[in-house]
């Protein structure tokens, strides 16, 4: 191992503290000798910055196996799908940037709600990301995978951008780092607003700011950051098939035009990382504040025939934490061994609300509850070198969890306290031939609403219910290998299993998330990145998995909205004169939509490019281009019931879809300073 200083060299893997050597390498055989399995990887910002993205959070597509769409428009958070699971909008994958959690517990439209609306893409530096809960500082939500997303601390140059759109789009961003002392002062502004193809206009509108100080004096790097977030936007929610074969609407239409939403997210957090010669020392933290007031009617008038069935989710919190690890390395007997400790801490203040609504206006409340949500999380993990070609990597994570609940029904009140000892193993073999193989096995979490854990009494109806666990366990198995022995080459196969104790499962007509059966995913996912020139890079993947319940019931074992196939492919070109260019299709394969199978989603393929010209040194004249096949499949698919106006019957079981938006182009002018 390579030192700086007689001190091994950190790098972090969403969020994943690890020790390596420090080698600047151009080509795709990084990852060999250092992962420590064939699911992690890191995504430079060179590959970010080619992705032609409709929306943010479809950042998170360059993860393979990982697909992101939406079901209600802009504003909201984004659906995820990843390893045979519909994780809604992100239950068990886990998602941060810098060091921040994003899914948010306890929240008011459904457990894990992972908002990424408020990340700016020009300031990333890149996207890092492993698979299974095989990872001892992962916490909650990280069964299926971790994402992390880190902010550079300074630009190379100004960025001025600004850009136009069929559909009502709009965006401008200016972004710049200066000197300031002994560290540096970076700042970013972004506007956009949107209106998207929908006969009922979204009329999105977003503002983004960002102010940041760092400093890196070798030995220490810190940095401080102020970020704030707020959107307001109209809905574009599912909408029923027979509405739309019947005429009543058309297809970019909407039953209940006044649904919408605002959203507000304000942060500071710091990081701190520390070199001496006990070993490195890692920290961060941070406060936020986020608001959400979030009108939807996914049923209309199934409920209440007279004023409908439009309900307002209000969440409101303070979140902090606090990260600490301390990692170091010595040798025994002539073996490299590396240590691991950390601590995590997280509080959530939460107020947050279900209401019956008409056209925005509160009718009646349904519940209020206060909620008070304790976390500390302690981990230690041990890697040792034991062969030339044989390490194993072992850690064990302790998670203990404080509930207390105050509710507008005190039968809904009460504290609740859970704890988890989760242990992790890794044995990886080779590297032969820049070929390495994995053996991976671990159990992790994920916490369910804080609400669910007190609550005896439904609110709405006043029957009794049970209360939910407030842990579940994820236990998984995986075997993998990863391949570099082509030059610009590097390819990785894992077929995996992971077994839930509880699914958490989106209840359509409810509009939340609820704890369900226990189920098991079993699949494989390949991918391939390669490099064959300066000029050319090509990134494809494909994941398949089979999803069921693993108990006996009447309804059958298949899960709803479970992804079973999904592929994509990503090509750019650059570095050959003034012009660039890339596009990526994308394939979302057929899911159940109901537990017996009787009813299921058509795929959905997409392809999304741009090409560019770069006038001069300093200017870049992109144009892009979205669902450049102008298909009409849908970006979402659920079954359930719902009443339409004028209907007699009480409910109609039927699919409900958000369909893709109609192709478009935006063209974007980027000149830097």
Same mark, same amino acid.
């Given at each position: ?68 769409? *939406?079901? $209600? &428009?802009?504003? %909201?958070? =984004? ?11 992100? !239950? +068990? ?121 760092? *400093?890196? $004096? &070798?030995?220490? %790097?810190? =940095? ?11 809905? !574009? +929610? ?436």
């Amino acid at each position: 191992m390579l030192t700086l200083l007689g001190l091994p060299i950190v790098s972090s893997a969403a969020g994943v503290p690890t020790l390596k050597e420090m080698v600047i390498r151009s080509n795709a055989r990084e990852l060999i000798g250092t992962a420590n399995s064939a699911n992690e990887g890191t995504v430079l910002k060179q590959q970010l910055d080619s992705r032609t993205v409709y929306r943010p959070g479809e950042l998170l597509e360059t993860v393979p196996g990982l697909i992101v769409t *939406q079901h $209600s &428009g802009e504003g %909201k958070a =984004n659906q995820y799908f990843l390893r045979g699971f519909n994780l809604d909008h992100g !239950t +068990d994958v886990r998602i941060t940037v810098d060091g921040m959690l994003v899914n948010q517990r306890s929240h008011g439209h459904g457990q894990g709600w992972a908002d990424t609306n408020f990340i700016i893409p020009e300031l990333l530096g890149n996207l890092q990301y492993l698979k299974g809960p095989y990872y001892a500082n992962q916490g909650d939500f990280s069964s299926a995978g971790a994402v992390s997303l880190s902010y550079v601390d300074k630009l190379p140059q100004g960025i001025l951008s600004y850009g136009l759109g069929q559909q009502g789009f709009m965006r401008g961003l200016i972004a710049k780092s200066h000197a300031a002392g002994a560290g540096n002062v970076l700042y970013a502004v972004e506007l956009l607003t949107k209106d998207g193809p929908w006969v009922k206009h979204e009329d999105y509108k977003k503002f983004n700011a960002l102010l940041r100080y760092s *400093q890196d $004096s &070798g030995s220490t %790097k810190l =940095n401080v950051t102020a970020m704030g977030y707020g959107g307001n936007w109209n809905s !574009t +929610d599912q909408i029923p098939v027979r509405a739309v074969a019947a005429g009543i609407i058309p297809r970019l239409g909407t039953i209940d035009p006044s649904s919408g939403g605002e959203s507000h997210r304000f942060s500071l957090s710091g990081a701190l990382q520390h070199i001496s010669r006990y070993g490195i020392t890692q920290m961060n933290l941070y406060t936020l504040h986020s608001n959400l007031a979030l009108f939807s009617n996914f049923t209309y008038f199934l409920e209440d025939p007279v004023n409908g069935d439009q309900f307002s989710q209000i969440d409101k919190r303070f979140q902090s934490a606090m990260n600490v690890n301390h990692l170091w390395s010595h040798t025994l007997k002539g073996s490299e061994i590396e240590h691991m400790i950390g601590i995590q801490f997280q509080n959530d203040v939460i107020d947050n609300g279900l209401l019956s609504t008409k056209a925005r206006t509160i009718l009646s409340t349904t519940r209020r509850d206060h909620i008070n949500q304790n976390s500390v999380g302690l981990y230690y993990q041990n890697s040792i070198q034991w062969l030339e070609k044989f390490r194993t990597v072992a850690g064990v994570r302790s998670d203990y969890y404080w509930f207390d609940v105050n509710s507008t029904l005190n039968a809904n009140s009460g504290r609740r306290f859970d704890s988890m000892t989760n242990p992790k193993l890794s044995v990886i073999l080779g590297p032969w031939a820049h070929t390495e193989f994995y053996f991976n096995y671990g159990s992790g979490f994920h916490s369910n609403d804080a609400r669910g854990t007190t609550s005896t009494v439904d609110p709405k109806t006043g029957d009794p219910m049970s209360r939910v666990n407030p842990l579940v366990r994820s236990t998984g198995y995986e075997i993998g290998v990863r391949t570099a022995f082509v030059q610009g080459l590097q390819a990785s196969f894992a077929a995996f299993r992971l077994d839930l104790d509880s699914e958490l499962l989106f209840v359509g007509d409810a509009g939340t998330t609820e704890a369900s059966r226990p189920s098991r995913r079993e699949g494989f996912e390949a991918s391939m990145f390669y490099m064959p020139t300066d000029w050319l890079t090509i990134d494809i993947d494909y994941a398949l998995a089979r999803a069921r319940f693993t108990d006996a019931d009447a309804s059958g074992n298949h899960i709803p909205g479970a992804i079973q196939g999904v592929g994509k492919l990503a090509v750019s070109v650059d570095n050959v004169g003034p012009l660039f260019a890339g596009m990526q299709f994308r394939y979302f394969g057929k899911r159940p939509l109901i537990e017996d199978n009787s009813v299921q989603s058509n795929h959905t393929v997409t392809l999304n490019g741009q090409i560019g010209y770069k006038i001069g040194k300093n200017a870049r004249l992109i144009v892009q281009g979205f669902n450049l096949l102008n298909t009409h499949a849908h970006a979402i698919d659920y079954y359930y019931s719902s009443r339409l106006p004028g209907e007699r019957s009480a409910g109609v079981s039927d699919i409900h879809f958000h369909p893709i938006e109609s192709r478009s182009l935006r063209v974007n002018l980027t000149a830097n300073f």
